[in-house]
């Protein structure tokens, strides 16, 4: 599976002008490969999300979700693909505060209409994948930050995703904390395989990265002009 995004760009209302979030952005990710996306705040790493992830559609250039030409489908078949090939996690874990671990994947199966036994198994089978098997009748006020985001990560695979979106995973972790989680993502991409664009703002964990691309304005930066070890990537640039 391989996300491919050609020539894409994606404008908003500015009063009477236009504010470009994306500008002639190319990006390719394949299965297996985690991929970093950092950069300032406001250099347009959510608005590649979106457009990556069928939420926006740009106002030009073409979304690829391996064979599927995303920028081409309506709504519905967005939605479609959403639900069946593309996973998301956000920078908090946004779990509903009533519901044990167990449930809150076993509401994403039910949303998607799966059996009860099989998505049991398949819930207690990716808890249990990431250290939580017994902690799955543990409420989110009863779980650790690290332990909620690790739910969230295994809830966004519950549809089986191709495709994991997860945008600035590590800001509410201790630094401990999130090394363990990237390394998680990392190590999850790797065996199903995913194709996973991580966004973050964190350099301290673009080494557990595949590859890491910056953006700047709107665009992903040559690799030239970029290198995780170099001054300006230090400062956040
Ligand atoms: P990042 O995630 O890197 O902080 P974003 O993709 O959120 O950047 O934003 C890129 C630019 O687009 C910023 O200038 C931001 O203010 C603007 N922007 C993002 N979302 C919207 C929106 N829904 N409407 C208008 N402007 C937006
Ligand atoms: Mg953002």
Redesign the pocket.
Known sequence: MTLALTDVRLT???GDRR?V?LDAVNLRVTGGELVAVT??????????LAVAGALTRPESGTVRIADTDVTALDQKGRDRLRRERIGFVFQQANLLASLTALDQLLLVAHLSGASRRSAEARARGLLDRVGLGGKADKRPHQLSGGERQRVGIVRALMGNPALLLVDEPTSALDHERGEAVVTLLRDITHEQPLATVM?THDLQYLHLADRTVA?RD?RVCPPAEFSPRSPAAVRGH
């Open positions: 908003y209302p500015d504010l979030a950069g300032p705040s406001g250099s347009g790493k959510s608005s590649l966004v953006m709107g």
